[in-house]
Nanobody, 123 residues
Framework: QSHIAESGGGLVQPGGSLRLSCTVS????????VAWFRQAPGKERETVSC????????NYIDSTKGRFTISRDNTKNTVYLQMNSLKPEDTAVYYC????????????????WGQGTQVTVSS
């Protein structure tokens, strides 16, 4: 049975860092592109960043470029999102999702989803 689990969220002060992990089981990670999404209260879920099977990276939110870095370790079945210089507007539930081979900005195209991890940036 396919499963995705996110971890690493929490409460952090503005300017701080967090590293989110997305660990998959039940399918072969090296055949899937993996994206991070986020959803703030009262807002639509938005695509943050995605990494394809060839390690091509697409960042979708201008305000996170240069601060967030996605990476993958297929040997550990895990994708990471390193988040630096966090801002209060980064507060959201962060979700990990997977789809075959290549990235898409459209959440409807993703096959597998995790339950999300809360990130709160506040002093």
């Amino acid at each position: 049975q396919s499963h995705i689990a996110e971890s690493g969220g929490g409460l952090v002060q503005p300017g701080g860092s967090l590293r989110l992990s997305c660990t998959v089981s039940g399918f072969t990670l090296d055949e899937y592109a993996v994206a991070w999404f986020r959803q703030a209260p009262g807002k639509e879920r938005e695509t943050v960043s995605c990494i394809s099977i060839s390690d091509r990276i697409t960042n979708y939110i201008d305000s996170t470029k240069g601060r967030f870095t996605i990476s993958r370790d297929n040997t550990k079945n895990t994708v990471y999102l390193q988040m630096n210089s966090l801002k209060p507007e980064d507060t959201a539930v962060y979700y990990c999702a997977a789809m075959k081979y290549y990235c898409s900005a459209f959440k409807y195209e993703y096959d597998y989803w995790g339950q999300g991890t809360q990130v709160t940036v506040s002093s």
